[in-house]
């Protein structure tokens, strides 16, 4: 298991610079709705079975 050290892997984690992690969103390539997902490997997995897109960590300043 990783360090984990920058944190921000998971939905509701804090990272470094104090903001919250809500999620990552994750774009299809032919465009349409984000998805969300509660972590990046999630959205990771989604973005390889779809061949492409793109994903966003959507955060919240504390």
Do not use: H, W
């Amino acid at each position: 298991m990783g360090c984990s050290c920058r944190g921000g892997r998971r939905a509701g984690s804090t990272t470094r610079n104090n903001t919250k992690v809500l999620g990552f969103d994750y774009v299809p390539p032919d465009g349409g709705d984000p998805i969300r997902f509660l972590t990046s490997l999630e959205a990771k997995r989604e973005q390889r079975r779809r061949g492409g897109g793109t994903i966003y960590q959507v955060t919240e300043k504390q």
